[in-house]
């Protein structure tokens, strides 16, 4: 898993190697990724700092890599 912070949103890679075949706002500022078999396989979360400041302190990452 690999997360990255660019502005004020974070997207959450669930799977690096698979293709995007749809996506989906399932709540306003949350975006999901889905693959061509229905399997989530990244999540943006928009407006982090702004909206849930909380879920920045929350996190612990570990591994990190640049974008």
């Known amino acids: 898993m690999k997360i990255t912070y660019d502005a004020d949103a974070m997207y959450i890679y669930l799977d690096e ?3 995007v ?3 989906k706002e ?3 500022d949350v975006i999901v990724d889905y ?3 229905g ?3 990244g999540v ?3 407006f982090v700092k702004e909206k849930r400041p909380e879920l920045l302190r929350q996190i ?3 591994n990190l890599v640049a974008a």
């Open 44 to 46: 943006e979360l928009l």
């Open 17 to 19: 190697e698979a293709k």
């Open 39 to 41: 399997n989530v396989i």
């Open 35 to 37: 693959d061509s078999q």
């Open 21 to 23: 075949e749809r996506t």
């Open 60 to 62: 612990k990452v570990e």
């Open 26 to 28: 399932i709540e306003r």
